[in-house]
Structure formats: structure tokens, C-alpha cells
């Protein structure tokens, strides 16, 4: 089932499952600015990531004795939330564990998430609850795809991405057989142009950025994305290494967490980038995206 919240700027279509965004329409500029999931290139939209973002070495990992499988960015993505509440411009959508998950996650858990519109900006907020007598450990992350070129006359690389350092060293990583690698320091932050070979060796991926925009130089449409103080952020598109193209979309993705890394001990506990929240704990965070 589809959830529609709307406000003078925006329209935007919410699946209840995943609670995936799937259609940002512009009243003001006619634009609509989500990924369209073909699966021809990538079947989703806006996926939410949990409990794992990415990849784990061997699509495993090992908690208090016990191995459990689980497979890339999690099993949250695949399962129906219910309307917790609904108005006019804000929605918010739950879903209990409720044992259905401990086969992979031996957890217990409530997952919020919360969408609200702010003029020409969508915030979501995710609330992760605790029901465990223990901490729990988890990751959390955003994926949303955007559709380029927004306008018929424009090429994909009319665009360029702008990426603003938070207050922290930036650290830029590398994807190899979906595992993590660090490559050190970033210091240059000048534009990226859009091209199909930036996405050659799968996503890109840096610490401590708050703000990401993609914008054409030729119309000044895009997205603004806003995730202070998030941790991780990666950037992707699918790319065709027989034509050496990309697919239409690019996805600016805000993590509370990161794939494994190539030498990690498999443990949950040790894993690079994972949340521990406490019994009985509430994890809050958020994100806005900002459309031109």
C-alpha cells in the first residue's frame, strides 16, 4: 500500500514496505526527482538499511557464540511497516520484531521511521528501540536513488556532486569484493563531475561529511542532502562494465554504520561502525533532503 503526504512544494509517495520512499514530485517545477527502480539497472528506490549496512565478510557474523547469516543491508528493506500516524504533510511508520527476525537477528526491537515535509524538504527520522534486557548492536542507513537527468535536454554529466566536511577528519574508504579498505585522509573537496568511471569500483565512501548536493550546471536542479554528525556516507550508482556506462540514478546514502571490513573479526560486537544502545534505549537520528 502507498501513503501519500503532501504540502504546497511537495507530493511524495511512501511504500509500507520498507516504508520506501518511492516518488518526490515538485508542484512548483514539475519535476520528480526519485529513481524510477527498474530492475533492468536496480530494482529499488529509497531503501532503508538495518540491522547491518552493506556487506559482512561471508554474509555472516558471530554474537555470543552463535553464527548467523545474513545477506547485504539487512532484512528491514523487505518487510511491511504499519501507519503508526498520518497527517497532512507527516507520516510515521513502525514495525515490532516480535521474534519473527531472530533467526538472523536474535535481537528485539521497534523501528520508527519519520517522514515530515518542511516547505521543498523531506526530513526523516529514524527511532530504534531497545526491548532487550541487554544492548543490542546495530547499523542503520539511508539509500536513496536520484534520477538523472531531471530534464529531457540534459546528459548525466551535466551534473556534479559538492561534498562539505563536517567537524572531523575526513576519511575516504574503498570498496573491494564489497569489503571495507581505508585509503586515508581526504583534503580536497573541489566538484565532482558526474561520470560513469567515478562508479567503476563501486561506491564511494568517506567519514565525518554532513552535506552532499547533486546539482546540474546547466539548470541548477538537484537534491540537497543534510545528515549532521552522521558518521558514514556513500555515494553509488550501478555501474555496466561491458559499455562502460552507469545507470540513470545516483544515490547519496547517510550510515550509521559500514560494510565489514576486509579484516574484520566477524564478531558483532567488534564490528567497525556498529551502535551499541543500551536496554531500553531509544537511537534517534535524522536526515533532510532538500529539493530544487
Not at 146 to 157: G, H, R, T, W
Request: charged share 25%; aromatic share 14%.
Amino acid at each position: 500500500m502507498m501513503v501519500e503526504i503532501e504540502n504546497n512544494w511537495l507530493k511524495v509517495s511512501i511504500s509500507q514496505n520498507g516504508a520506501e520512499v518511492r516518488e518526490v514530485q515538485h508542484k512548483k517545477n514539475g519535476l520528480n526527482y526519485m529513481w524510477t527502480g527498474d530492475s533492468a539497472y536496480w530494482g529499488r528506490v529509497s531503501p532503508v538499511l538495518f540491522p547491518i549496512v552493506g556487506s559482512l565478510k561471508e554474509n555472516q557474523y558471530q554474537l555470543d557464540g552463535n553464527i548467523y547469516k545474513l545477506s547485504q543491508h539487512g532484512f528491514l528493506r523487505d518487510n511491511v511497516f504499519e501507519v503508526d500516524k498520518l497527517e497532512a504533510d507527516y507520516v510515521s511508520f513502525v514495525i515490532e520484531s516480535a521474534g519473527q527476525f531472530t533467526h538472523v537477528y536474535p535481537y528485539e526491537f521497534k523501528a520508527y521511521i519519520h517522514y515530515t515535509l518542511k516547505e521543498d524538504s523531506l526530513i526523516v527520522r529514524w527511532e530504534i528501540l531497545n526491548e532487550n534486557k541487554e544492548a543490542m548492536y546495530f547499523s542503520i542507513g539511508a539509500h536513496p536513488a536520484f534520477k538523472l537527468p531531471l530534464l529531457e535536454n540534459e546528459k548525466i554529466e551535466d551534473y556534479i556532486l559538492k561534498l562539505t566536511p563536517g567537524s572531523k577528519e575526513v576519511i575516504e574508504y574503498e570498496l573491494k569484493d564489497s569489503l571495507i579498505y581505508e585509503k586515508g585522509p581526504a583534503h580536497d573537496f573541489q566538484e565532482i563531475p558526474i561520470t560513469p568511471s567515478l562508479f567503476a569500483k563501486d561506491a564511494l565512501v568517506y567519514s565525518h561529511i554532513d552535506h552532499v548536493t547533486l546539482t546540474s550546471k546547466t539548470s541548477s536542479h538537484g537534491v540537497e542532502l543534510t545528515f549532521n554528525d552522521f558518521p558514514f556516507v556513500g555515494i553509488w550508482s550501478k555501474y555496466n562494465e561491458t559499455d562502460r556506462t552507469m545507470a540513470p540514478f545516483v544515490c547519496v546514502e547517510p550510515w550509521y554504520g559500514i560494510a565489514d571490513t576486509h579484516d574484520a573479526s566477524g564478531d558483532l560486537k567488534e564490528k567497525f561502525g556498529v551502535n551499541r544502545l543500551e536496554a531500553g534505549e531509544t537511537f534517534s537520528a535524522e536526515y533532510g533532503m532538500k529539493f530544487n
